[in-house]
């Protein structure tokens, strides 16, 4: 086999979430009522949703953690692998919305919103078998740390974004965002308390497992 690796394009993606489990009604209606409201659209999609449930049954997560809920989505995605998610918001319209929906869906008993900033709610959090960090890229640096400390050995470490919104070779980047991904990504290349990859899906996904 050869060590090249293949192009993934745009088709290569289609072909992937043509071939992935539809989203429910209720995920649909979600999202609906998210445009609505004014949300920002920037959810994980479907196939992304999937990979992340096979990932933390694989290690058999019961906890999980999950900073920047924005509609939701993810965490009642995450839920329905089985485990109980704490999901940390920092804009109360956003959590307001997210609250709303979690209890209507099938998984409102394993979800939590917990409301604040990030690095001061993380501080509260003694352990977990998972963290999703898909929230401000500048402040992901601050949850890495959090997350070495709050996962258990062999515990799953989840960071979305890391082609930087499609424009991580982008000279110059539109979104101001890109430069933060682009330094994450290096100290995540050089970390050591993980055993990770990116993984082309969605817009990037960092997998680690804690050593």
């Known amino acids: ?37 004014g949300i920002p659209a920037i959810w994980i999609g479907p196939a992304q949703a999937s990979f992340l449930q096979i990932l933390l049954k694989l290690v058999r997560a019961r906890e999980v953690v999950d ?23 920092i804009n109360p319209r956003f959590a307001d919305f997210a609250e709303a929906w979690i209890a209507k869906s099938d998984v409102a008993r394993r979800v939590k919103v917990l409301r604040g900033d990030a690095d001061a709610v993380l501080a509260t959090i003694r352990s977990a078998d998972a963290v999703f960090l898909d929230a401000d890229k500048s402040g992901y ?37 890109t430069p933060a991904v682009r330094r994450f990504n290096e100290i995540m290349a050089r970390e050591r308390a993980f055993h990770s990859v990116i993984v082309p899906i969605g817009d990037g996904l960092w997998v680690g497992v804690r050593r």
């Open 67 to 89: 900073v920047g809920t924005l509609a939701g989505y993810s965490a009642i995605m995450m839920a329905r692998s089985g485990a109980r998610v704490r999901t940390i918001e």
């Open 1 to 37: 086999m050869s060590e090249d690796a293949a192009i993934v394009t745009a088709r290569h993606f289609a072909y992937v979430a043509e071939r992935t489990q539809r989203e429910d009604a209720f995920c649909r209606r979600l999202k609906a009522a998210a445009r609505k409201a």
């Open 141 to 177: 640096p601050k949850y890495l740390r959090h997350a070495k400390r709050i996962l258990r050995p062999g515990g799953l470490l989840l960071v979305d974004n890391a082609f930087a919104f499609g424009q991580l070779f982008d000279e110059p980047a539109a979104d101001p965002e």
